[in-house]
């Protein structure tokens, strides 16, 4: 379509068109006093920790954003980082309409909420009232000491950074737009049914007595199976001819590290749901984890002859953040230790495997770090969290059964989450081609996609394409 003299897509005039329904429909919702107005039993130190924590876990993705951003080459920069920090817009719209319906709303068939429970977040506080909700008891979960709305937010920060983390492994070569409606898609068709299989209290997983404190297998095995499945599906990067593939800010790095870090703090303490024990041993483990990692993981470095680096540093760190995420309120600091100890060990051997790096492009190594780690994490939490939920529990299913579970849940969640992912990616590449052409890989993406550039003086010539194009 043609508007004053230049060609816009028509996708970007569906969205425009989506948010302005959306904005028509709220602006009709009925102002109540219920609204607003908490029940007496609701503790304020939970309702202000938890705040904090949705803050802390919102600013993981601008974190994620310099921590991708400082890895690939200078020519794509921007375009890596506003692959992560453009979620918070497109998923926070998504939730607010309909995405926390599918994830919390009432059950159907133990695999999906119903999104008209929670649209445009009625009941829920805000928006067009019915029937207000003010507690997590009116979804079955236990606790009623913070808002349903507040729970909602917090939710909402998870489902924000879940796809951002997908991104490191198509990094350098995926169309804006394309990635744009795979992400939009990604969090309806797979994160929406996997986080209610696993933290809605009639969800299939909770069922079989699988148990993923902060996002083992929602947020990490998820979106490192999903970038898998990218790596595999879009292809090799573009090199060129005498080009090496070095770090574009290493100190962006390590300030996404430093953000993540902090961030974890929320993501992991704030998943108790509570100002409370189980809060402050999550936060313990989480440093204690995050540290372990970083220390483990130059030293397995230093072992191979490699110089103690602030990539390897950053990159322990998060390992370790990762390690401890499925578990980090239910286990003991030793335990902490031997799970962030040896999901390093593991990761950092499949990092420096060549044979990954010769089969796929996974350009920021996402499935050996996230994925592997999430779904390592989450095997561990069936060994180690059994006393947790054992105790005082006539009900609960044998040792056995439970890490059995663990085992049957992730290979389920590996199955689902590969073929809708894949599937995923072809279907959007109908619609909109995800792999940017080779000239505009050569140009890099901040100049292709977005007419920004973050270090101009490094962008490569004509000449370079060229002779490139011949030696290979």
Same mark, same amino acid.
């Given at each position: 379509?043609?508007?004053?003299?230049?060609?816009?897509? %028509?996708?970007?005039?569906?969205?425009?068109?989506?948010?302005?329904?959306?904005?028509?429909?709220?602006?009709?919702?009925?102002?109540?006093?219920?609204?607003?107005?908490?029940?007496?039993? /609701?503790?304020?130190?939970?309702?202000?920790?938890?705040?904090?924590?949705?803050?802390?876990?919102?600013?993981?993705?601008?974190?994620?954003?310099?921590?991708?951003?400082?890895?690939?080459?200078?020519?794509?920069?921007?375009?890596?980082?506003?692959?992560?920090? =453009?979620? !918070?817009?497109?998923?926070?719209?998504?939730?607010?309409?309909?995405?926390?319906?599918?994830?919390?709303?009432? #059950?159907?068939?133990?695999?999906?909420?119903?999104?008209?429970?929670?649209?445009?977040?009625?009941?829920?506080?805000?928006?067009?009232?019915? #029937?207000?909700? &003010?507690?997590?008891?009116?979804?079955?979960?236990?606790?009623?000491?913070?808002?349903?709305?507040?729970?909602?937010?917090?939710?909402?920060?998870?489902? =924000? =950074?879940?796809?951002?983390?997908?991104?490191?492994?198509?990094?350098?070569?995926?169309?804006?737009?394309?990635?744009?409606?795979? !992400?939009?898609?990604?969090?309806?068709?797979?994160?929406?049914?996997?986080?209610?299989? &696993?933290?809605?209290?009639?969800?299939?997983?909770?069922?079989?007595?699988?148990?993923?404190?902060?996002?083992?297998?929602?947020?990490?095995?998820?979106? +490192?199976?999903?970038?898998?499945?990218?790596?595999?599906?879009?292809?090799?990067?573009?090199?060129?001819?005498?080009? %090496?593939?070095?770090?574009?800010?290493?100190?962006?790095?390590?300030?996404?590290?430093?953000?993540?870090?902090?961030?974890?703090?929320?993501?992991?303490?704030?998943?108790?749901? @509570?100002?409370?024990?189980?809060?402050?041993?999550?936060?313990?483990?989480?440093?204690?984890?995050? @540290?372990?990692?970083?220390?483990?993981?130059?030293?397995?470095?230093?072992?191979?002859?490699?110089?103690?680096?602030?990539?390897?540093?950053?990159?322990?760190?998060?390992?370790?953040?990762?390690?401890?995420?499925?578990?980090?309120?239910?286990?003991?600091?030793?335990?902490?230790?031997?799970?962030?100890?040896?999901?390093?060990?593991?990761?950092? !051997?499949?990092?420096?495997?060549?044979?990954?790096?010769?089969?796929?492009?996974?350009?920021?190594?996402?499935?050996?770090?996230?994925?592997?780690?999430?779904?390592?994490?989450?095997?561990?939490?069936?060994?180690?969290?059994?006393?947790?939920?054992?105790?005082?529990?006539?009900?609960?299913?044998?040792?056995?059964?439970?890490?059995?579970?663990? =085992?049957?849940?992730?290979?389920?969640?590996?199955?689902?989450?590969?073929?809708?992912?894949? +599937?995923?990616?072809?279907?959007?590449?109908?619609?909109?081609?995800?792999?940017?052409? +080779?000239?505009?890989? /050569?140009? +890099?993406?901040?100049?292709?996609?977005?007419?920004?550039?973050?270090?101009?003086?490094?962008?490569?010539?004509?000449?370079?394409?060229?002779?490139?194009?011949?030696?290979?």
């Amino acid at each position: 379509m043609i508007l004053n003299g230049k060609k816009v897509s %028509s996708g970007w005039l569906f969205v425009m068109t989506a948010l302005i329904a959306a904005s028509i429909i709220g602006v009709k919702s009925e102002f109540s006093e219920e609204l607003f107005t908490l029940p007496g039993d /609701h503790l304020w130190a939970n309702i202000a920790w938890m705040i904090t924590a949705t803050i802390f876990v919102l600013m993981m993705t601008p974190g994620l954003s310099f921590f991708y951003g400082g890895m690939v080459r200078p020519k794509n920069v921007i375009s890596t980082m506003l692959q992560s920090f =453009i979620v !918070m817009g497109f998923v926070s719209v998504i939730w607010v309409v309909f995405g926390f319906g599918l994830a919390f709303g009432d #059950d159907v068939w133990h695999v999906i909420g119903n999104p008209a429970d929670f649209f445009m977040m009625k009941n829920v506080g805000v928006g067009n009232i019915t #029937d207000v909700k &003010t507690d997590l008891s009116q979804i079955g979960i236990a606790t009623t000491t913070i808002p349903l709305a507040l729970f909602a937010l917090f939710q909402m920060k998870f489902a =924000i =950074i879940t796809p951002s983390l997908i991104t490191g492994a198509f990094a350098e070569r995926v169309h804006f737009s394309g990635y744009l409606l795979f !992400m939009v898609l990604w969090t309806i068709i797979v994160y929406c049914p996997l986080a209610h299989c &696993t933290w809605h209290p009639e969800g299939l997983f909770g069922m079989m007595h699988v148990h993923d404190y902060a996002g083992g297998i929602v947020v990490h095995a998820a979106s +490192g199976i999903a970038a898998l499945a990218g790596a595999m599906f879009l292809g090799r990067r573009h090199q060129e001819a005498g080009e %090496s593939i070095k770090p574009a800010n290493v100190p962006f790095v390590l300030l996404g590290a430093a953000l993540l870090w902090l961030g974890w703090f929320g993501f992991n303490g704030g998943s108790s749901l @509570a100002a409370d024990g189980i809060a402050v041993a999550a936060f313990l483990n989480t440093n204690t984890a995050a @540290a372990v990692a970083m220390v483990g993981w130059i030293t397995l470095d230093a072992i191979r002859g490699h110089k103690p680096s602030a990539m390897g540093a950053a990159i322990g760190a998060v390992v370790g953040l990762v390690a401890i995420t499925p578990c980090a309120g239910w286990v003991t600091l030793g335990q902490s230790i031997f799970i962030a100890l040896f999901i390093t060990i593991c990761c950092n !051997m499949a990092v420096a495997w060549k044979g990954y790096s010769n089969l796929l492009d996974d350009a920021l190594d996402v499935f050996p770090t996230h994925g592997l780690g999430g779904i390592i994490g989450t095997i561990l939490t069936g060994v180690f969290a059994y006393d947790f939920f054992a105790q005082g529990n006539p009900d609960m299913i044998s040792r056995s059964e439970f890490f059995r579970n663990h =085992i049957i849940v992730l290979a389920l969640v590996f199955i689902y989450t590969f073929i809708m992912s894949y +599937g995923l990616y072809w279907l959007t590449d109908k619609i909109i081609p995800m792999r940017v052409s +080779g000239w505009n890989e /050569h140009l +890099g993406l901040d100049a292709s996609q977005h007419g920004e550039e973050y270090a101009a003086e490094t962008l490569p010539s004509d000449n370079d394409w060229m002779k490139s194009v011949e030696e290979n």
